[in-house]
């Protein structure tokens, strides 16, 4: 008896597929392998990547170490670390109705203008930037959560010679409208006098520190220091002498040496006087002689003549307003005084000054 045979259909391709094309060397890799390779190569990838990243930071590091260096870089520095005696300051005083003003800017805007200092060990000698200082210190003095107990500053290396930070001092100063020639020559005279500096006399200390300045400038400063010399020590508000009066000033105290001991006299009769009081008194004292109308190099002794002043009267008197300060010259009557005048009602003020001037005819 024959067996059948089972038959199957079998579908068979075409064409045979053409068989995977493997590299010489190369060998036949199976998904693990694969995902191995792929692996390796994202994980090389990811390693340049950062280290391009930190070759980028070393050089911002870098960069920034260089700046700092330079002072070019604002840190914040703690106000009980910031010293202020390696530099003679210009200011004898801080006036404490410009602090405040400066201390109100604060408050409203922050500081525009950060100090700088000289790094000194752990601590930091201040350079530039008294009056900025000296705000930070009464409002974290008024503020007690230290919003203000560190300052914005630029800090330099030690290094810098000692003129060179005179210098840098100086020349922030020039740029404001408001420094004294008394403040200058003060400054001068401090720069001469430290052991450390370059100059060995005013002259040279004021072509040293002001040498960016005009030669009569230079004059002026040389003429102020001369006279701070002569009677700065009697003076409470050397500050406040205009460039004309302290001219005048210099010139009688050299011409007529005598009568500084009539000035220092007439000084210490006004103990505790306010810096319009002590200016009436130079001006009374330099009425003797000549005082110059018109800008003169200050080692000219031959400067144009004009007439004396006229005589002053400077009194006091108390009154609901408070104190009044009355100066009573040639042509002028002014009345001084804390009182807001202007807030007055204009009739009301027109007949006291009518009553006033009636009282003084009767007189």
């Known amino acids: 008896m024959s067996r059948k045979r089972r038959m199957f259909n079998i579908d068979m391709p075409d064409e045979p597929e053409a068989p995977q094309e493997v590299l010489p060397g190369e060998a036949r890799r199976g998904p693990m392998a694969s995902a191995v390779r792929e692996n390796a190569d994202s994980l090389r990838e990811r390693a340049e990547a950062e280290k391009a990243i930190r070759d980028e930071n070393d050089a911002l590091a870098h960069e920034y170490v260089r700046m700092k260096g330079q002072g070019l870089v604002i840190q914040r520095v703690a106000l009980d670390l910031v010293l202020t005696g390696k530099l003679t300051r210009d200011r004898r005083e801080v006036d404490r109705d410009d602090l405040r003003e400066l201390c109100d800017s604060i408050r409203a805007i922050g500081l525009s203008n950060p100090i700088q200092v000289e790094r000194c060990g752990d601590k930091f000698e201040l350079v530039q930037g008294l009056r900025r200082l000296s705000a930070f ?154 005082e110059p109308t018109q800008p003169f190099p200050a080692g000219n002794s031959s400067a144009p003549k004009s007439k004396p002043r006229p005589a002053r009267t400077t009194f006091q008197v108390q009154s609901r307003l408070g104190p009044i300060k009355c100066t009573a010259s040639q042509g002028r009557l002014e009345l001084r005084g804390d009182a807001d005048f202007s807030a007055l009602e204009r009739k009301r003020l027109e007949d006291a000054v009518a009553r006033f001037l009636q009282g003084l005819d009767q007189v």
């Not at 450390?196 to 004059?219: H, I, N, P």
């Not at 003429?223 to 002569?230: R, S, V, Y």
């Open 137 to 290: 210190r009464l409002l974290d003095a008024e503020t007690p959560d230290g919003t203000y107990a560190e300052i914005p500053a630029v800090v330099t290396e030690q290094g810098e010679t000692l003129d060179t930070l005179y210098r840098r001092m100086v020349d922030e100063n020039l740029i404001r409208s408001d420094i004294s020639f008394a403040e200058m020559a003060a400054l001068a005279q401090a720069y001469s006098d430290d052991p450390d500096t370059s100059a060995s006399t005013v002259d040279e200390a004021v072509q040293s520190l002001y040498g960016s300045a005009g030669k009569q400038k230079r004059s002026y400063i040389r003429a102020f220091a001369k006279m701070l010399d002569l009677i700065g020590p009697r003076l409470e508000h050397p500050n406040a002498i205009p460039r004309a009066l302290g001219l005048s000033l210099r010139k009688k105290l050299e011409d007529v040496p005598e009568s500084r001991a009539e000035l220092e006299a007439s000084l210490s009769a006004h103990a505790g006087r306010k810096a319009e009081d002590e200016l009436e008194v130079l001006r009374q004292f330099c009425e003797g002689g000549e």
